[in-house]
Nanobody
């Protein structure tokens, strides 16, 4: 199990950029996936971006493709989400998450074990 702490959220105008960071505390070598989810008011939480640490590759939900980039530092202790060309519909609470399940994917929330406390991103028009 790991502890996750997000930072870097805030308010930005439409078209602007933000970078979210997620510090990972604990043994991260057993993690199969790390990623970002978000939940807007009145909506279900959705997977935004996933980094597949063992099999490689990345997943992005359709609405952020070409605008958001998920990455990690060389040590695997910090996860990032670079968000460009932000839109008002990107406004949400963003959560960092980690999974030790080999079947984890960006849209199977039930397989994600560890969660950060969440950080607010607000995009104004």
């Amino acid at each position: 199990q790991v502890q996750l702490v997000e930072s870097g959220g805030g308010s930005v105008q439409s078209g602007g950029s933000l970078r979210l960071s997620c510090a990972v505390y604990g043994v991260s070598s057993s993690l199969y996936c790390m990623g970002w989810f978000r939940q807007a008011p009145g909506k279900e939480r959705e997977g935004v971006a996933t980094l597949y640490r063992v099999r490689g590759g990345r997943y992005y939900t359709d609405s952020v493709k070409g605008r958001f980039t998920i990455s990690q530092d060389n040590a695997g202790n910090t996860l990032y989400l670079q968000m460009n060309s932000l839109r008002p519909e990107d406004t949400a609470m963003y959560y960092c998450a980690a999974s030790g399940h080999p079947g984890c994917t960006g849209d199977t929330e039930a397989l994600w074990r560890d969660w950060g406390q969440g950080i607010q991103v607000t995009v104004s028009s």
